[in-house]
C-alpha cells in the first residue's frame, strides 16, 4: 500500500471534488461497499539503481535515505450508470492548481496519463455492471531513517620514536552535547 497515493486520491475525489466517494484499496477484505466507489491498486513499483543518503548524521547516529518510486496505479471507478464520467471527472481533478498542491505537500506527482476506458466487469454469469478503469504513472519518494551510529568519544594514545625524543600523546575527544548539553531538536531532510 502507498499512503502517499491512498491520499492523493481522497483529497482529489472527496475534498476538492466533494463528490463523497468512499476510496479503497482494491485487496481490502471486508464487505462491498456501496456505489458509487473506486479501488486502487498498483501493477508494478519501480525503483532506481541507487539510494539518495543524506550527508548529516544527527545527534543520535541517524541519516536519511531514501529515493524516487514510480508505480503504475489502476484506478477502477464503480458506480451505478455514470462510471465513466466519474473517472473522467477525476482525471481532470488530479490536474487542477488545488491538487498540484496536495502533490507538492505530498512529495508525489502525476506522471503519464495510460489509459482511460469504459470497460463493464461481470457481476456473475448474466450480468455485468458499470466500471471504469484509470491508469497513470504515479511518482513519489520513499525515505528511511538509517542508524549509522555516532561515535561520541574518540581516544587517541599512541608514542612517537624515530625523533630526537620520543613522545607520547594522550588526548580523548568528546561531542560535548552527548552528557552535558540537552540534545538538539530533530532536523527534517
Given at each position: 500500500?502507498?499512503?502517499?497515493?491512498?491520499?492523493?486520491?481522497?483529497?482529489?475525489?472527496?475534498?476538492?471534488?466533494?463528490?463523497?466517494?468512499?476510496?479503497?484499496?482494491?485487496?481490502?477484505?471486508?464487505?462491498?461497499?456501496?456505489?458509487?466507489?473506486?479501488?486502487?491498486?498498483?501493477?508494478?513499483?519501480?525503483?532506481?539503481?541507487?539510494?539518495?543518503?543524506?550527508?548529516?548524521?544527527?545527534?543520535?547516529?541517524?541519516?536519511?535515505?531514501?529515493?524516487?518510486?514510480?508505480?503504475?496505479?489502476?484506478?477502477?471507478?464503480?458506480?451505478?450508470?455514470?462510471?465513466?464520467?466519474l473517472a473522467?471527472?477525476?482525471?481532470?481533478?488530479?490536474?487542477?492548481?488545488?491538487?498540484?498542491?496536495?502533490?507538492?505537500?505530498?512529495?508525489?506527482?502525476?506522471?503519464?496519463?495510460?489509459?482511460?476506458?469504459?470497460?463493464?466487469?461481470?457481476?456473475?454469469?448474466?450480468?455485468?455492471?458499470?466500471?471504469?478503469?484509470?491508469?497513470?504513472?504515479?511518482?513519489?519518494?520513499?525515505?528511511?531513517?538509517?542508524?549509522?551510529?555516532?561515535i561520541a568519544?574518540?581516544?587517541?594514545?599512541?608514542?612517537?620514536?624515530?625523533?630526537?625524543?620520543?613522545?607520547?600523546?594522550?588526548?580523548t575527544i568528546?561531542?560535548?552535547?552527548?552528557?552535558?548539553?540537552?540534545?538538539?531538536?530533530?532536523?527534517?531532510?
Amino acid at each position: 500500500m502507498i499512503p502517499k497515493l491512498y491520499d492523493l486520491m481522497d483529497h482529489a475525489v472527496n475534498v476538492i471534488g466533494q463528490e463523497n466517494v468512499k476510496v479503497i484499496w482494491s485487496y481490502q477484505n471486508s464487505a462491498r461497499v456501496n456505489k458509487p466507489y473506486i479501488t486502487l491498486n498498483y501493477s508494478s513499483d519501480d525503483l532506481p539503481d541507487h539510494e539518495w543518503y543524506s550527508n548529516k548524521v544527527d545527534y543520535r547516529g541517524i541519516r536519511v535515505m531514501g529515493s524516487w518510486r514510480k508505480a503504475i496505479v489502476d484506478l477502477q471507478v464503480y458506480a451505478a450508470q455514470d462510471s465513466l464520467r466519474l473517472a473522467n471527472r477525476l482525471s481532470m481533478l488530479l490536474a487542477t492548481e488545488a491538487s498540484l498542491s496536495k502533490q507538492y505537500s505530498l512529495d508525489v506527482s502525476i506522471g503519464n496519463r495510460l489509459m482511460l476506458q469504459r470497460v463493464p466487469a461481470l457481476l456473475n454469469n448474466s450480468q455485468y455492471e458499470d466500471r471504469a478503469i484509470y491508469h497513470f504513472d504515479f511518482y513519489y519518494t520513499e525515505t528511511y531513517d538509517e542508524d549509522v551510529g555516532f561515535i561520541a568519544t574518540v581516544e587517541i594514545k599512541g608514542d612517537y620514536s624515530g625523533s630526537l625524543t620520543n613522545q607520547s600523546c594522550e588526548e580523548t575527544i568528546s561531542v560535548p552535547y552527548i552528557d552535558n548539553q540537552p540534545p538538539l531538536p530533530e532536523e527534517t531532510p
